[in-house]
């Protein structure tokens, strides 16, 4: 069966501060200070600043309600995460928190009720922030085992609801903002992150094993994915491409491979990194590779090998050149379908793995005009976007599901506002988290509906 559904992360959504660990999400604040910090986290400051994430939409209190809207929408899917840190709150705790248990619990029950098969997440970006405190995140092996006790219990207790589970969301953007992908604190030399990443790549094929012992299981290896494209067809540009890509298909092809690629190994000797592997670790990631591939795609990049005058442009996890070519959203992100299927033969050339599309939407700054939202501008993008997949499935490329980002209106992940609207369903919540916090279903929705009774039916 093929998965049409949409999907949203517990770290926007859910808030229910009051039950969980922090989260390193939960320490950005909104507004303009939120990207220095997560660049920088020794740079975060507590007072008076606001942080999203804690307050999310409220889903922990309002799922019932915001599954049955889903549900009606006619999605047989959900992709979600648990949040780590509402199970153990510091990482390291020998039992999960009986709140949380009981939250996860009543959410997959009631996704059953509806017959909305829940896609898992383990981690989107939320790894228990006294770990990052303590152990510098992901650079420590305690990190590593805190999500062996984490990742074992979930699947243990969830894999009767979940057959595909994500273990680390985007494992790609460790590289780029390290805070966030990776729980990293100190992060001045790129030795603590290429160690960070190291540890993610040997938990992903440990969760693969365990899982796999566990049952039928699938484990997906996830990118924020999206094809470079050169900005003129000059050779040395069109190595730079290649060269940007392997930055984010490293993790694939460990996680599909089974091994390091060379060039991954070449660069770490010329940067004079030595990983600390240890015996066991090469061993496990061999033989534990992953099910399948999981991407969030947003947009197409552009890069060249010189700096010349090409305006840069803002995008999900990397900037990028201006491709004249391309409409931009209102935050800067290149709008290119075709680049879905790009990107889509360019990962199943290279693995021959089946596909899940488990984020692709737009940002949008949406208005209540006479109590409706009519957002044509993203029935468009989504429209546009199942074409090119459709093109790309008729390509051959074996896809299992498209997953749209988000259901609901939930909190940005990169500027924590909550204007930067991508769901079906709009949240009467503002940047600042005030607002009546109501439910209205937007045109999207009613679309979506149609659409998909289209596909059922047929
Ligand atoms: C992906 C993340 O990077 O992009 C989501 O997995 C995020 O968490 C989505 O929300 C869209 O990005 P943003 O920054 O517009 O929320």
């Known amino acids: 069966m093929f998965l049409w559904g949409t999907a949203l992360s517990a770290n926007q959504s859910e808030g229910g501060f009051e039950d969980k660990g922090i989260g390193v ?3 950005l604040p909104s507004g303009k ?37 889903l549900a009606e929408m006619g999605i047989n ?14 990482g390291l705790e020998a039992e999960p928190s009986k709140a949380g248990v009981r939250f996860y619990d009543c959410l997959f029950e009631e996704l059953e009720k509806y ?5 898992v997440t383990m981690n989107h970006f939320d790894t228990p922030y006294y770990l990052a405190e303590h152990y510098n995140g992901w650079e420590s092996r305690v990190t590593l085992e805190a999500f062996e006790t984490y990742s074992a219990f979930i ?18 953007m460790a590289l780029h903002l390290p805070f966030v992908g990776a729980g990293l604190i100190q992060q001045s030399n790129s030795a603590s992150i290429y160690q960070a990443i190291h540890h993610l790549l040997v938990a992903n094929a440990q969760v693969t094993k365990f899982a796999h012992e566990a049952g039928n299981n699938k484990i997906g290896c996830m990118l924020a994915a999206g094809n470079t494209y050169p900005a003129t067809p000059n050779p040395e540009d069109v190595f730079a491409c290649l060269t940007d890509d392997r930055q984010s298909l490293m993790f694939s ?3 599909l491979r089974g091994a390091y690629p060379k060039y991954y190994i070449t660069k770490l000797e010329a940067e004079g990194i030595n990983l600390n592997i240890v015996n066991g670790d090469l061993e496990v990631i061999k033989k534990n590779t992953a099910d399948f591939i999981a991407i969030s795609y947003y947009n197409s990049k552009m890069s060249q090998s010189k700096k010349s005058g090409i305006e840069q442009t803002a995008g999900n996890v990397f900037s990028s050149l201006k491709n004249p070519y391309l409409k931009t959203t209102e ?6 379908p075709i680049g879905l299927r790009i990107t889509l033969n360019t990962l199943y050339d290279r693995y021959e793995k089946p596909i899940m599309i488990v984020e692709n939407g737009l940002g949008a700054k949406d208005q209540i005009v006479d109590g409706k939202i009519t957002d044509e501008y993203r029935i468009d993008f989504l429209k546009e976007h199942i074409f090119q997949m459709e093109q790309a499935r008729q390509d051959g490329v074996e ?11 939930i909190i940005s992940a990169s500027t924590g506002e909550m204007e930067k609207r991508y769901g079906f369903i709009f949240v009467d919540l503002d940047n600042e988290g005030n607002g009546s916090n109501k439910r209205i279903r937007k045109a999207s929705y009613y679309w979506y509906q149609q659409f998909l009774k289209g596909k059922f039916s047929s």
């Open 115 to 119: 017959r909305i098969e829940p896609i």
């Open 399 to 409: 896809i299992l599901g498209y997953l749209t980002w988000s259901g609901l209106d």
């Open 331 to 336: 935050w800067g992100w290149q709008i290119d």
């Open 155 to 172: 699947i243990t207790r969830y894999s009767r609801f979940v057959k595909y589970w994500i273990p680390i969301n985007e494992i790609n």
């Open 25 to 27: 999400i939960d320490m």
């Open 253 to 255: 092809d460990v996680q």
């Open 77 to 90: 899917s959900l992709r979600l995460s648990i949040s780590w840190s509402r199970l153990f709150p510091t």
């Open 33 to 69: 200070t939120r990207f220095q910090v997560m660049k920088d986290p020794t740079l975060h400051e507590e007072e008076e600043c606001y942080f999203p994430s804690r307050k999310g939409i409220d889903f922990y209190h309002t799922y019932q309600e915001d599954i049955q809207w």
